[in-house]
């Protein structure tokens, strides 16, 4: 397991988390149906995170499925469930292909630059198996929305 996994995923839904509580108010009043997703995306963060901490031993796919679960479990939160189904895809993803979270971090920081030369280039890294998809071919997942 790469070390910066246990290091890193928390602090990453932590920021996220304390960004949304920042903005709140402005989430929830850009929602017009019932002004609630600034606290659902909150709720969903902090379980994330709290799932990310629990599971920071764990490869990157494991711990993606344990968030996925813990936001299952908020039943009466849309927001948490849609999320739940993609922190589930990726966990299958990452898990199939052995991705590491410093991998991610380097393909992501490469493919937001648009700089190649950025990215991982050992053979078989995530670069090499993934940079095809984000170049617009899918890996396919798809999980269908439960309601």
Known sequence: MSELNAFTLTPIFQAVGEMLEENRSQLNALDTYNANHGDHLIAVFKAATQAAKDTC????????????????????????????????????????????????????????MDRDDLAPARSGSFYGRCHTSAKGKSHGCQRSRQG
């Open 57 to 112: 031993d764990r490869e990157l796919g494991e711990s993606m499925a344990a968030a996925g679960k813990q936001l299952k479990a908020l039943r009466d939160n849309e927001s948490a469930q849609i999320y739940s189904n993609g922190l589930g895809c990726l966990a299958e993803q990452f898990g199939q292909r052995r991705i590491q979270l410093d991998e991610l971090v380097a393909y992501v920081g490469s493919v937001l």
